[in-house]
């Protein structure tokens, strides 16, 4: 219910908000292992996803994150604000982790594992004000904003795995360290405050919960995926605009690949 409660706040806050993002939480790698050497991939338009079980109770997982939308809105004119997520928003990450993960029940069908990683990353993408500059036509090096960033995270998940459908739900502590911000000299205008705020995203390690629910449906070894995702900015002090620069939803779809000897003894 909290999830829902978050997502439903969060979405309403996105769809309502203008967008200015430099911070795209990264998709949830929620593997759902069950046995030694199992192996499972993910891709997507926008992500690729790796898991390996090194031991009956031990795996090691790795991610990667692009994020280029122009190939999706393409060079149509107009401003962003009727956007559903910030256009020009460019950049990815990079992380990998380790982590425990246990299958039971009289079938085996009901897996929690919890993983800890680090990763990196950057994003870019163009201030508001440049589409009040000249109808979008203006330099887009003075309205650019830029972050880099460092992040840790924990990542305990709780789901059901069976060879025609999966459903997986993680509560993900992500510990975010911002550096290298930087605005263009006619970013954000006149406007202090939101310059202001804007290098303040640095100031301090920002925590963020980013719970997800995970499902998989086709049969054994290839199955679709659709992942929803929040992400919140617990310790954003009241009254700022972070929220203007932290994007708080996600959907991601893509394949899923699972390759491991349990399916051949998979009894109903």
């Given at each position: 219910?909290?999830?829902?409660?978050?997502?439903?706040?969060?979405?309403?806050?996105?769809?309502?908000?203008?967008?200015?993002?430099?911070?795209?939480?990264?998709?949830?790698?929620?593997?759902?292992?069950?046995?030694?050497?199992?192996?499972?991939?993910?891709?997507?338009?926008?992500?690729?996803?790796?898991?390996?079980?090194?031991?009956?109770?031990?795996?090691?997982?790795?991610?990667?994150?692009?994020?280029?939308?122009?190939?999706?809105?393409?060079?149509?004119?107009?401003?962003?604000?009727?956007?559903?997520?910030?256009?020009?928003?460019?950049?990815?990450?990079?992380?990998?982790?380790?982590?425990?993960?246990?299958?039971?029940?009289?079938?085996?069908?009901?897996?929690?594992?919890?993983?800890?990683?680090?990763?990196t990353g950057g994003f870019n993408t163009l201030d508001r004000s440049y589409y009040d500059n000249g109808n979008g036509t203006a330099n887009t090096a003075d309205y650019q904003l830029r972050s880099k960033f460092t992040r840790g995270f924990i990542q305990p998940s709780f789901g059901i795995v069976h060879p025609v459908v999966e459903a997986i739900f993680s509560t993900r502590f992500s510990v975010v360290n911002f550096y290298g911000l930087t605005a263009g000299n006619l970013a954000r205008g006149a406007d202090s405050t939101h310059t202001s705020t804007f290098y303040q995203i640095g100031n301090r390690p920002r925590l963020f919960y980013e719970p997800a629910i995970t499902f998989r449906v086709g049969y054994k070894y290839v199955k679709f995926q659709m992942q929803l995702a929040a992400a919140a900015c617990l310790n954003a002090s009241p009254g700022t605009y972070y929220a203007d620069y932290f994007q708080p939803v996600n959907l991601n779809l893509g394949a899923s690949i699972n390759i491991a000897k349990w399916y051949d003894s998979f009894r109903h």
């Open positions: 219910m909290r999830f829902l409660k978050l997502l439903a706040v969060s979405t309403a806050l996105f769809l309502t908000a203008c967008h200015t993002t430099v911070y795209v939480p990264q998709a949830v790698n929620a593997p759902a292992l069950k046995e030694k050497h199992e192996f499972k991939g993910n891709i997507g338009p926008n992500n690729l996803q790796a898991a390996f079980a090194v031991s009956e109770n031990i795996a090691v997982m790795a991610s990667g994150q692009y994020v280029y939308r122009n190939a999706f809105y393409g060079n149509e004119g107009g401003d962003n604000d009727n956007d559903v997520f910030d256009r020009n928003v460019r950049g990815g990450a990079f992380e990998g982790g380790v982590g425990y993960f246990k299958a039971f029940g009289n079938k085996k069908r009901a897996v929690f594992d919890v993983y800890g990683g680090f990763g």
